[in-house]
């Protein structure tokens, strides 16, 4: 039997019960005997920080580095965990993007069946589309080194032909293996930027056509980020796989989960050529840690696309159809505000059960 090594980051807040409840799916998955899941916790993240001085040990990040096939991650974050700058202490995303060279942030927009979209006339299904957001260079990479002092600050956006080559390669590659877009079937990467106005975007679109001549079975497109946002509301449907800016990423992929019912249903792989990490794309929401309302979906599709990772995906079909099947027969249902009614253990046993 196939045995992978995972290590656990149950993270803050609500990760905890979230990372619980995607252990469950996952048990329910790895009982049918195919392959084996052996688990590893790691201390990491704002309550790491606040108790060690270090919100991720150098053993632990040169561990999950080299001694694991992936890391599923819950989210991090103590809004009361600070450096003395003001900004919030304790977060993984600079320390694992950079430290594992995770340098494609994968991040599926899904219209699930029994979830309600904010644009009302969408059905599931009809919006489907993966933002693939650069994660260790753009505006980000300045991250704990803006210039300044009270009057004014400088943060910099760095773009390099390697880094862009890279996540472009991943996100033609991306498109190849998928169905196309939902309105008409094309498999299409549209490039995100604003190079009409920096100079940085303007290199990332050029080596965006360079990656795109070796795709010529895919089609291609470019939006500004503006009418990127207006698009993504307006006709979600015509999009497949979209690439861009760390910044514009982060942004552009919140708006995504706006409109499949909230960034909570979102789940993400931050993969590189060696090492990766999964995740939901939202925060920690302590204020909620431990009232039964938090929804772990997010979570379970990140587990689903670890699933992917370590090279099971009927496995991960069988994840993602059983939280389908388990929302459009209304077994887990999802409030107006996008939190899970009867909370996570009562999800993960409904997705679990499916898969049984």
Known sequence: MQVHDIA?????????????????????VTAKGAFELRYTEIDAGADTYRRTGAACSPEDLEYLRTGVAATLKGPVGLPDVRFPDGTEAGLLGGILRTGLDAYANVRPALLLPGVTSALGSAKPGGIDYVIVRENTEGLYASRGKGVGNRWAVSDALMTTREGTLRVCRRAFEL??????????????????????????????????????????????????????????????????????????????????????????????????????????????????????????????????????????????????????TALEAGEVRIAPDGSALGGPEAVARAIADRID
């Open 175 to 324: 498109a190849a293996a998928r169905n196309g877009a939902p309105s008409d079937g094309k498999r299409r990467v549209t490039c995100v930027d604003k190079s009409n106005v920096l100079r940085s975007h303007a290199l990332f679109r050029e080596i965006f056509f360079e990656v795109a001549a070796d795709f010529p079975d895919i089609e291609t497109e470019t939006l500004y980020a503006d009418a990127a946002a207006q698009a993504l509301v307006l006709r979600p449907g015509d999009f497949d796989v979209l690439v861009m800016e760390n910044f514009l990423g982060d942004v552009l992929s919140d708006l995504g989960g706006a409109t499949i019912g909230g960034i909570s249903l979102c789940g993400s792989g931050n993969i590189g050529d060696d090492s990766a990490y999964f995740e939901p794309i939202h925060g920690s929401a302590p204020s909620i840690a431990g009232q039964g309302l938090a929804n772990p979906i997010g979570q379970v599709l990140a587990a689903a696309m670890m699933l992917d990772h370590v090279g099971h995906p009927a496995e991960a079909g069988l994840v993602r159809a059983a939280v389908a």
């Open 8 to 28: 656990v980051i149950r993270g803050d807040g609500i990760g905890p019960e979230l990372v619980d409840a995607a252990l469950t799916v996952l048990g329910a």
